[in-house]
């Protein structure tokens, strides 16, 4: 089967680094997506990665391994406002996305 | 910003009721999907359109049914409301030619049955 694993709940400190992990077992593999979802809002799409590497967005970062079936998001000056879920999701050979169920990222002052 | 809207974003229904979820994009987008959300839990695929005339089911289709008569009118109708219907439902939407799975979301209609 097809599955996503991520951690359910994460703490950090305004101002601080936090690093999201997710791993994948999927069928086929044509790209990984992090995606923010504010409580009670829609997802809001964040990053893409196809090949190895980092992919810098400003305070936002996804790294991809695709060997390992690995990726992280790193979040650097951790505001307030980034306290929200993490979705990491992965397009199988078919072109459809798998979804984890997500991290939910608090910040504390 | 993404023009994608839902209606109604939020409905209290009884038990046996026909319900239809509308769903509306002015982004000329080709791609739909329609996606069930449980508070902490993943986005499970309900069902999705390539273009116009096109329907396909995901991994929760059984119960409910679409159209897709117009390019920007994606509508999903529950035929027969149950409480384990009782969710939140996203309409998202993509273009067809990029295959990177970039959705854009509505702001969602969250369920109730009674």
């Known amino acids: 089967g097809q599955n996503i694993d991520q951690p359910t709940e994460m703490t950090a400190t305004e101002g601080a680094i936090v690093q999201i992990n997710c791993t994948y077992q999927t069928s086929g593999f044509n790209g990984l997506f992090w995606y923010q979802q504010h409580a009670g809002e829609a997802p809001t799409f964040l990053s893409y990665n196809v090949l190895d590497g980092l992919e810098e967005k400003g305070r936002f970062s996804s790294f991809l391994s695709r060997s390992k079936g690995y990726s992280y998001l790193l979040l650097k000056e951790l505001q307030m406002k980034d306290s929200a879920s993490y979705l990491c999701?992965?397009?199988?050979?078919?072109?459809?996305?798998?979804w984890g169920a997500g991290t939910k990222l608090i910040i504390k002052p | 910003e993404a023009d994608i809207y839902q209606t109604p974003r939020y409905l209290v229904i009884g038990t046996g009721k026909k319900i239809t979820l509308e769903c509306s994009q002015t982004m000329g987008h080709d791609k739909m999907y329609w996606y069930q959300q449980d508070p902490g839990m993943e986005l499970h695929l309900i069902h999705y359109s390539y273009g116009v005339n096109s329907t396909e089911k995901g991994d929760l289709s059984s119960e409910s049914t679409v159209s897709r008569i117009r390019t920007e009118h994606f509508p999903l109708t529950l035929e027969s409301a149950r409480p384990s219907h009782t969710s939140q439902y996203l309409c998202?939407?993509?273009?067809?030619?990029?295959?990177?799975?970039?959705?854009?979301f509505g702001e969602g209609s969250r369920l109730t049955v009674l």
């Open positions: 998202a939407s993509s273009e067809r030619d990029r295959d990177t799975g970039e959705l854009f």
């Open positions: 999701a992965v397009l199988d050979s078919n072109y459809q996305l798998i």
